[in-house]
């Protein structure tokens, strides 16, 4: 485990009719000299952690603890606009050498120290669980831009305090810039918008849930069993 990795991802995002956008994206790709080379799917299982009266999304925040097939890592990202599809966020990741028991008590000392700051005396509750099945490809644009393509089909679980429930599942399309300008990306989401005309993305898929499930923020004192050290 390392003391965690700062940066900004970058990001186009693009809410797909469903999982069949898939193969006409990758062939529109392929028939304007994007490199298209497959990569292993992944399952990924995001549990947002907050406090009862969610202190860290009241700071821009969102703290996720995710297993990706198996291996888990900490991630805590800012929550900001996305413009035309584009999201640009501060994240500090940290990967863990195996997953933990109760994900709420975070091993990991440059993000619980980040989190106490915020928190403090509220404790942690799993609010939010997504699911995602992530089928990859890596891409590398006419300009040789790198980009991780990734289709997503997510379903969400609300948890915490609330009476556990679900919402329907959304499909997305999100590709990562690993290298090469910005302007890669608007490129791909100028070639995509005028063959399909898929809508930007306005929300990550943690704000897709806050909305979905109509998370209203509490302004009463803690009780006194989440407020306790």
Same mark, same amino acid.
């Given at each position: 485990?390392?003391?965690?990795?700062?940066?900004?991802?970058?990001?186009?995002?693009?809410?797909?009719?469903?999982?069949? @956008?898939?193969?006409?994206?990758?062939?529109?790709?392929?028939?304007?000299?994007?490199?298209?080379?497959?990569?292993?799917?992944?399952?990924?299982?995001?549990?947002?952690l907050d406090t009862f009266d969610w202190s860290l999304m009241k700071k821009k925040l969102s703290l996720r603890y995710r297993v990706s097939n198996g @291996?888990?890592? !900490?991630?805590?990202?800012?929550?900001?606009?996305?413009?035309?599809?584009?999201?640009?966020?501060?994240?500090?990741?940290?990967?863990?050498?195996?997953?933990?028991?109760?994900? =709420?008590?975070? &091993?990991?000392?440059?993000?619980?120290?980040?989190?106490?700051?915020?928190? /403090?005396?509220?404790?942690?509750?799993?609010?939010?669980?997504?699911?995602?099945?992530?089928?990859? !490809?890596?891409?590398?644009?006419?300009?040789? @831009?790198?980009?991780?393509?990734? /289709?997503?089909?997510? %379903? /969400?679980?609300?948890?915490?305090?609330?009476? &556990?429930?679900?919402?329907?599942?959304?499909?997305?399309?999100?590709?990562?810039?690993?290298?090469?300008?910005? =302007?890669?990306?608007?490129?791909?989401?100028?070639?995509?918008?005028?063959?399909?005309? !898929?809508?930007?993305?306005?929300? %990550?898929?943690?704000?897709?849930?806050?909305?979905? /499930?109509?998370?209203?923020?509490? %302004?009463?004192?803690?009780?006194?069993?989440?407020?306790?050290?």
């Amino acid at each position: 485990m390392n003391d965690g990795i700062k940066s900004t991802e970058i990001e186009l995002k693009l809410v797909l009719p469903g999982p069949e @956008a898939e193969v006409v994206v990758v062939a529109c790709l392929r028939e304007n000299d994007y490199m298209v080379e497959d990569l292993d799917a992944v399952r990924n299982v995001d549990t947002y952690l907050d406090t009862f009266d969610w202190s860290l999304m009241k700071k821009k925040l969102s703290l996720r603890y995710r297993v990706s097939n198996g @291996a888990a890592v !900490y991630t805590l990202k800012s929550i900001g606009p996305i413009e035309d599809g584009i999201a640009r966020r501060m994240e500090t990741e940290v990967p863990l050498e195996e997953p933990v028991d109760v994900p =709420t008590v975070i &091993p990991v000392k440059r993000i619980r120290k980040l989190v106490d700051r915020i928190i /403090f005396p509220r404790k942690l509750l799993e609010q939010i669980q997504v699911r995602t099945e992530r089928r990859r !490809y890596r891409v590398i644009s006419p300009a040789g @831009a790198e980009i991780e393509l990734a /289709f997503d089909t997510s %379903s /969400f679980l609300l948890r915490g305090l609330h009476k &556990p429930r679900r919402t329907q599942k959304r499909n997305e399309m999100e590709a990562e810039l690993r290298n090469g300008p910005e =302007t890669a990306l608007e490129a791909l989401s100028s070639l995509l918008s005028k063959k399909f005309n !898929y809508s930007p993305s306005k929300a %990550s898929k943690f704000e897709v849930a806050i909305e979905r /499930f109509k998370i209203i923020v509490p %302004s009463k004192k803690p009780p006194e069993r989440l407020s306790a050290r």
